[in-house]
């Protein structure tokens, strides 16, 4: 938009304060307001011209003063005017979209990872370092933060609408959202899918931080074990270390800096092993069977909770070595951290 | 010419009585009624069926409005509130929108207008009227029951895994009622294309006749693909097929592809009808031929066939790709465009004419407005990134009643009062439906035009209680359901005063130039004693001069 910075701050601060308009508190708000203004304004010149172009009209050809009609067939000019003039700022406004969109859904590399796990009727929020939040998310202002989130039971969509973002969680699979707040204070976070009874009453609150108050937040409210070691606990309990032992003789892969690697299946397609891929492996192992390797993995359909899987999903994620694992096969009981990935951010 | 015109009017109008014999007492007794093959006589069934289920639908949407006054769920509890609100969107939709014109006016006039005798196959015509009111006692039945709260979406693993109430009831009503819209869309295909009068060629037709045959194709095309996914939710739910089960392996987001791609052309089922209306009123009362007749006519088929390839457009926050999501958006802009090509139509109609206010004119000029606001607030949600922040709040409520409400209804209204004189052979009162019309505008605004800002501020939809920040707001959109409420009921009052006590019409009171202006009022039930032969466009308004003229001079 080409509008003076001086004015758009006076238009914004003024929509801020008035009851109309929602907070500005993440860095896409600006951006998804500034098309909002376009598609307002191009609404309004729109409306204007069809309502002068009916007024206009009734009065000039009104009965009384011009009583018969004239017979005009088209004009081939006026009709290819408004089509391509439509046409123009369909697109303009499909580009300026597409823009948004990939700003909004395409998350920066250095963002922070948070779950969100849906469920009738409550969010579940997960911390990398084990905090746990229910209905609540707290996040620091200045620092991109992924939300990756799963639905437990139905569809659950979840909506910050003063940070202009909103994504659909689902059932079976991860889906992501980013944002950066930039200002301290409290958020609603609505359900907006319809989710059944209790639709209306899936309300949270996101609470901004400022850098120093969400680092005192975080070591206050730790509950002692990360995502990472929970997962870790899990994978001895359920058996996993007992083929995904590292080893070259073991029955299943070496998981050890596996995530973001390229594998290669018995199928002979190759895939990415991310998030996604971990969660569909340990639920459909079947479905899966990494080349070299019999298909002997049973489905963990049904005994692990979405909770679980998330947890197990960090600790695969964490596994750098094979150091871990051999503890594991020998003590299942440990407080101590996995090794995490460098680069992996922490906070 | 205009001297013609007094001259014609006055005789026509004074010395008009309603012929003794026509369709409406051609037989008398309710099983003739209850077993009429005549197209007519059909349409009437439907009118009294629709208008019943509207205000059933209608009692629902005051209820919702009025449990929104406040903040907190006082008035019911939430599961009865979001029952309230399935009832209103499954009985609106699938009871009121899809079928109000086609199967009303639509089968009223199509035949007449097109110059045929009756529809092509008129038990069927009679059988799609039994349908529907078996699939409407479904929907009654799961009603009655306890009721449904799946949404009128049905979403799955919602509806089938997580909720107990009478799903599979309800579904199978709208199983059922999606049949009697293929039947319609059928007779409506054969008759445009068999059964047309010598002379009638495509291009003479009215575009009311172009868009119910855009309506029908998507009718034929997409309403089985409803049916499809009605029955895989039906087995989800009954034997746990799991084709939308993520645990079993399925998937839930094919649900959304299956549903949206009947329920994103079932907008256009609904309004193009509308638009068929409206050109039909904006012609007759600006004594003109619609302004680029063939652009307007293509538009409603480029409307239809587009149409099919836009329904991911509902999906574009599930995490559909990326690159799915640039293509539906693009799609959904060009979309747009015919629409937009359609409103200036109308409104360079209106130029050189000689423009009469009368009410089928005042609900068209409603419908310009209004369905301009629907269609440009639709542009905001086809803009990828803006629909983000838009989708599932008040914004997209408020959208689609614009569009399918301030749209539909207004051109539903619009279409009645043109035609009601035509249908019953007399004249609603004309300052009580005038008063109606505005008023409809004026609730309608007030009603939807708060959800606009409601939705950028954030308000989920289908939600029973909210934040009390967005009380303001709700309380001046239930004030305005209110008055919108009056204006619904007005008509119902005074159409059923004026079957009685309404001036006798005559044959054309508005010197219409369609074949169905040229038979009495009400027709006989054979519509036309000899086939007509058509020599003269749509909307030719010089060729109705000399004809009226002629027959003046006849007479004297």
């Given at each position: 938009m080409h509008i003076s910075p001086v004015l758009w701050q006076f238009l914004v601060k003024w929509l801020n304060a008035s009851a109309l308009f929602p907070r500005e508190a993440s860095t896409i708000a600006p951006y998804a307001d500034a098309l909002y203004f376009f598609l307002l304004l191009i609404t309004v010149v729109g409306l204007t011209l069809v309502g002068m172009l009916i007024f206009g009209f009734s009065i000039r050809y009104r009965k009384e003063k011009h009583p018969v009609a004239v017979q005009v067939e088209g004009s081939t000019l006026l009709e290819a005017t408004w089509t391509i003039i439509p046409l123009a700022l369909f697109l303009i406004v499909f580009v300026w979209g597409a823009l948004l969109y990939f700003r909004i859904y395409n998350p920066p590399t250095n963002a922070m990872n948070i779950y969100v796990v849906g469920k009738q009727w409550m969010w579940k929020a997960e911390h990398p370092g084990g905090q746990h939040e229910i209905n609540a998310l707290h996040v620091p202002t200045g620092r991109p933060v992924q939300l990756t989130m799963i639905s437990q039971d139905v569809f659950h969509s979840f909506s910050i609408p003063d940070f202009r973002v909103k994504r659909e969680v689902i059932p079976g699979r991860y889906s992501t959202v980013w944002f950066q707040a930039t200002t301290p204070g409290t958020y609603h976070i609505f359900c907006t899918q319809y989710c059944g009874t209790n639709h209306s009453a899936m309300i949270g609150e996101v609470t901004v931080l400022s850098p120093d108050d969400y680092d005192k937040w975080t070591q206050e409210s730790t509950s002692g074990m990360s995502l990472a070691q929970n997962g870790e606990r899990l994978f001895a309990s359920m058996g996993c270390n007992a083929c995904h032992s590292g080893s070259a003789a073991a029955r299943g892969p070496n998981l050890a800096g596996v995530y973001g690697s390229k594998l290669q299946l018995a199928s002979g397609s190759q895939v990415l092993v991310n998030d996604a891929y971990l969660r569909d492996a340990i639920l459909n192992p079947s479905q899966h069977i990494t080349a070299g390797y019999a298909p002997i993995m049973p489905t963990y359909q049904g005994q692990i909770s979405e909770d679980g899987l998330i947890d197990l999903v960090e600790y695969i994620k964490a596994m750098q070595t094979n150091y871990r694992v051999q503890q594991t096969l020998t003590t299942s009981q440990s407080n101590q951290t996995a090794p995490t990935t460098p680069g992996t951010v922490k906070p | 010419m205009s001297a013609t015109h007094t001259i014609v009017n006055l005789p026509d109008q004074r010395t008009a009585t309603i012929p003794k014999r026509n369709y409406l007492n051609n037989e008398d007794g309710l099983l003739s009624w209850l077993f009429t093959g005549d197209h007519k006589r059909i349409a009437i069934l439907y009118l009294i069926s629709i208008t019943f289920f509207f205000f059933i639908g209608g009692a629902f949407a005051g209820l919702i409005r009025l449990e929104l006054l406040t903040p907190q769920p006082d008035l019911v509890a939430s599961d009865t509130y979001n029952k309230f609100f399935s009832m209103h969107g499954i009985v609106m939709i699938f009871l009121f929108l899809v079928p109000s014109v086609p199967a009303t006016l639509g089968n009223f006039l199509i035949p007449i207008m097109v110059g045929a005798k009756d529809l092509a196959f008129p038990k069927v015509n009679l059988l799609s009227w039994y349908l529907y009111w078996i699939g409407g006692l479904f929907t009654m039945a799961a009603l009655v029951l306890g009721g449904v709260d799946t949404g009128w979406t049905f979403t799955t693993p919602l509806s089938t895994h997580y909720l107990n109430t009478h799903v599979v009831t309800a579904a199978t009503g709208v199983f059922i009622i999606g049949f009697s819209s293929i039947f319609t869309g059928l007779n409506f295909i054969v008759t445009i294309h068999r059964?047309?009068?010598?002379?009638?060629?495509w291009f003479r037709m009215p575009l009311f006749c172009w868009s119910n045959y855009a309506a029908s194709i998507l009718m034929v095309l997409g309403t089985p693909v409803l049916a499809i996914t009605l029955v895989l939710v039906a087995l989800e739910r009954l034997v746990g097929i799991g084709v939308f089960d993520p645990t079993k392996g399925g998937d839930p987001l094919l649900f959304q592809h299956l549903f949206w791609f009947y329920s994103h052309p079932a907008v256009y089922i609904m309004i193009l009808p509308g638009m068929g209306v409206i050109s039909e009123v904006i012609s007759t009362f600006s004594r003109k031929r619609v302004f680029g007749y063939t652009a307007v006519a293509f538009s409603s088929v480029a409307i239809a066939l587009f149409g099919f390839f836009v329904w991911a457009h509902h999906m574009f926050i599930m995490g559909v790709s990326n690159y799915s999501a640039l293509v539906f958006s693009l799609l959904t802009m060009l979309v747009a465009v015919p629409s937009a090509i359609k409103i200036f139509n109308w409104a360079f109609t209106l130029q050189k004419g000689s423009i009469t206010f009368e009410t089928p004119m005042l609900y068209a000029f409603g419908f310009l407005g209004l369905f301009t606001i629907g269609g440009m607030t639709g542009v905001f949600l086809g803009a990828l990134g803006m629909d983000i922040h838009l989708t599932e709040t008040y914004f997209i409520v408020a959208h689609f009643h614009f569009v399918m409400v301030g749209g539909m209804l207004m051109a539903f209204l619009a279409g009645i009062h043109f035609w009601w004189p035509k249908m019953t052979g007399r004249m609603y009162p004309e300052s009580l439906s005038k008063l109606a019309a505005v008023t409809t505008f004026i609730g309608f605004n007030l009603t939807f035009l708060p959800q606009f800002i409601l939705g950028y501020l954030g308000m989920p939809r289908r939600y029973h209680a909210y934040p009390p920040e967005f009380q303001v707001l709700n309380v001046l959109s239930t004030a305005g359901a209110t008055v919108l409420g009056v204006g619904y009921m007005l008509p119902l009052l005074y159409l059923g005063w004026s079957?009685?006590?309404?001036?006798?019409?005559?044959?054309?009171p508005w010197q219409a130039t369609g074949l169905e202006w040229q038979i009495q009022s009400p027709p006989l039930t054979e519509n036309f004693i000899e086939t007509p032969v058509v020599d003269h466009e749509a909307y030719d308004y010089e060729w109705l001069a000399h004809k009226t003229a002629q027959e003046v001079t006849t007479v004297g």
């Open positions: - | 059964m047309r009068a010598p002379g009638m060629t079957l009685k006590y309404g001036a006798i019409a005559g044959n054309n």
